[in-house]
């Protein structure tokens, strides 16, 4: 009997507790973002089944189940073998799977599953199937231990199809990516903004990343180390290639560095960075601003300097971040691929004045603004964009 694996089972989570065309269209959405990493990734496959709760690759390559636990909304996934719906074609792959599985002396529990309509159950399927392969192997002297067995077997027989599978990969979950709209990221070469951007796409947005350009307050370096953290959040996205907006900002910073007090700079220059991000926004049609601020993590992102930076601008900015420490923060980005480009050397803003306001009044900020004029810097900052191609 051949027991190779043959295909890859897919569980998705909370898509399952969305109304019926709502789960329609997020499925459709779950195995196009499927497709093209396995495309990406050179994977060949012969068929994706869409049942009830499960998505099915038909493909016997081992690389797909490292793929596929990359897609967002993928909550974990098994390489398995195919088998017919019933205990008895179970049973005997079940047994063929044991004998290579189980050492001797080892203890092992079958862990049955059925859906659908049948004429038996799921303790009957286990019965079946843990007699097959304690038969098959009684020359390595197994054991039975459901409670804390040395190897396991799962069983999944549904309406149409019957699966036996050892190991359950967990994915990252979280909702397929394009099914909570388009929102502007923007992404700096630090370690908390991509992570920021990666967070709102495991919610489903896709982004549209926007590197502010500090120079020649900052350097060559930080806007490379920007832009292969915008590479690495790219490859979580296959198929939806990034319009990647590079926007000047150093003749705002020496606007204000001129004339205005500087220990208000780096809050009227996140002021700054919000208008030209709504000006993104709206061209680009989004639906909102994410940024990487954390609450009290740096003086610009204390509470009452982040009332202060938002007032009076209309628009949805989203702080994914904001109840995060910093531990939290680089735990993520080591995991998704950001840390290392993240830590690359580079020159922090020489903009950033030595005693920073961190309790900010609103009307003081506005009286600042008054000295400059910020429609004009605004108009100057979004006549040089610059679009980046990978």
Known sequence: MNCTNDVVIIRYGEIALKGKYVRNRYEKTLILNIKSMLDTCGIK??????????????TADPRAIEAVVKVFGVVSASPAVTCEPTPESAASVSAEIGR???????????????????????????????????EHIKDKYPRVDLTSPDKEIFIEIRQNYGFVFTDIVYGIGGLPLGTQGRMVALVSGGID?????????????????????????????????????????????PGRPFTVYEIPDGESLSA?????????????????????????????????????????????????????????IHIPIYHPLIGFDKTEIVDIARNIGTYEPSILPGTDCKAVPEKPSTSAKISRIYHEEEKIDIQELLKYALSGVRMVNF
């Open 45 to 58: 496959y012969e068929d994706i089944i869409r049942d009830w709760g499960r998505i099915y690759i038909k």
């Open 100 to 134: 290579g599985l189980i050492k001797d002396h080892e203890s092992f529990a079958i862990r049955p599953r059925r859906s659908g309509k049948h004429s038996f159950s799921s303790q009957e399927i286990g019965v079946a199937c843990g007699n097959a392969v304690f």
């Open 193 to 237: 903004s991509p992570v920021a951007a990666w967070l709102m796409m495991k919610r489903g947005c896709e982004i549209i990343p926007v590197f502010i350009n500090n120079q020649p307050y900052s350097d060559e370096a930080s806007r490379r180390k920007a832009l292969e953290c915008i590479k690495v959040l790219q490859s979580w996205a």
């Open 256 to 312: 204000f560095l001129s004339n205005c007090e500087s220990r208000y700079t780096c809050l009227l220059c996140r002021r700054m960075m919000y208008r030209i991000a709504h000006g993104i926004m709206n061209k680009e049609n989004a639906c909102g601003i994410i940024t990487g601020s954390s609450l009290g993590q740096v003086a610009s992102q204390t509470a009452q300097n982040m009332m202060a930076e938002t007032s009076g």
